[in-house]
Nanobody, 118 residues
Framework: QVQLVESGGGLVQAGGSLTLSCAASGSVFGTNTKVWYRQVQGKERELVAAITIGGMTNYADSVKGRFTISGDNAKKTVYLQMNSLKAEDTAVYYC????????????WGQGTQVTVFS
């Protein structure tokens, strides 16, 4: 049974920084795409940043230049460095490990709250 556990969320003043971490427990086969999503209550979950099996990164326009995703397959972890935080970054952040190749899987964390105040 694979579990993803996020950490690093919290309360931060606008302009500040936080680093989210997501670690997988259990056996995670091979390489995978690692993604950070976020969701505000009442709104759809949105992709924040992703790092592919090949190491390519992709970011939502709203976080480009401020957030950096990095991953470590050996340590089964993914990080999200968030700088210059804004009030609109307030959300629950979820990590996701997905593998489109066989054996396929799609694992989700339980979420960590990030609150940015002015």
């Amino acid at each position: 049974q694979v579990q993803l556990v996020e950490s690093g969320g919290g309360l931060v003043q606008a302009g500040g920084s936080l680093t989210l971490s997501c670690a997988a427990s259990g056996s995670v086969f091979g390489t995978n795409t690692k993604v950070w999503y976020r969701q505000v209550q009442g709104k759809e979950r949105e992709l924040v940043a992703a790092i592919t099996i090949g190491g390519m990164t992709n970011y939502a326009d709203s976080v480009k230049g401020r957030f950096t995703i990095s991953g470590d397959n050996a340590k089964k972890t993914v990080y999200l460095q968030m700088n210059s935080l804004k009030a609109e970054d307030t959300a629950v952040y979820y990590c996701n490990f997905r593998r489109p190749l066989l054996p396929k899987y799609d694992y989700w964390g339980q979420g960590t709250q990030v609150t940015v105040f002015s």
